[in-house]
């Protein structure tokens, strides 16, 4: 999406087996509601394949990266940091000052699996709680990005798909990626 700086989303920890399919869903909301890139832990290769197949599909700009130092990855990172968790500050309160200061420097979104370091809670600009309830990094991340762009995510376009889905009021409808293409098997 058109931001004025990059938004890249850290999944932070992921235990192999138990948080396949929240790290996939991370990477996958992650690149649905507007963020340029997502980069996840070095043992998530599977949720690497399943992101890069999808934004093979149906479209992209949207990168994923693996890193062997998440901590070293935030501490390094040129621009500011919001660490999405239950004991931060109200969404609704600083969702405002994070959008302004996209304006001048990127920003790296950070969701946690397991425990994250409490060094992590130190480093980052702010700490974010949507709500200040436990639930899930995918529903945090999600209302998360929705407040930052305001909804213009919802309406953003996808380039190089082969798959674009013609949005029905009942039914499946996929065509090829330039919307004339055949209309295809949506459960193929
Ligand atoms: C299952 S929770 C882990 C909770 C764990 N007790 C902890 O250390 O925060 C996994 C991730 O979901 C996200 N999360 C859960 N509830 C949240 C909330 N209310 N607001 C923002 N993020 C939340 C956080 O990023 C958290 O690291």
Do not use: C
Request: glycine share 10%; hydrophobic share 35%.
């Amino acid at each position: 999406m058109q931001t004025p700086h990059e938004v890249v989303v850290v999944r932070y920890g992921h235990r192999p087996g138990r948080d396949d399919r929240m790290t996939t869903h991370v990477g996958l909301t992650a690149r649905a509601l507007g963020a340029d890139r997502v980069i996840v832990p070095d043992n998530a290769g599977q949720s690497v394949e399943t992101v890069q197949d999808i934004t093979d599909r149906f479209g992209g700009p949207f990168e994923i990266e693996q890193s062997d130092s998440l901590r070293a990855l935030v501490e390094n990172w040129d621009g500011n940091v919001a660490h999405l968790t239950m004991y931060g500050l109200p969404v609704q309160e600083v969702e405002g000052e994070v959008r302004t200061a996209l304006e001048d420097e990127p920003l790296m979104v950070v969701v946690g699996g397991e425990k994250v370091p409490f060094e992590i809670y130190e480093y980052a600009d702010w700490n974010v709680g949507v709500t200040n309830q436990p639930h899930s990094e995918v529903a945090g991340l999600a209302v998360f990005l929705d407040r930052l762009f305001e909804g213009r995510e919802l309406e953003q376009e996808w380039v190089d798909a082969e798959n674009r889905v013609i949005p029905q009021s009942t039914g499946k409808k996929v065509v090829g990626g330039d919307a004339e293409g055949e209309e295809r098997n949506p459960d193929a």
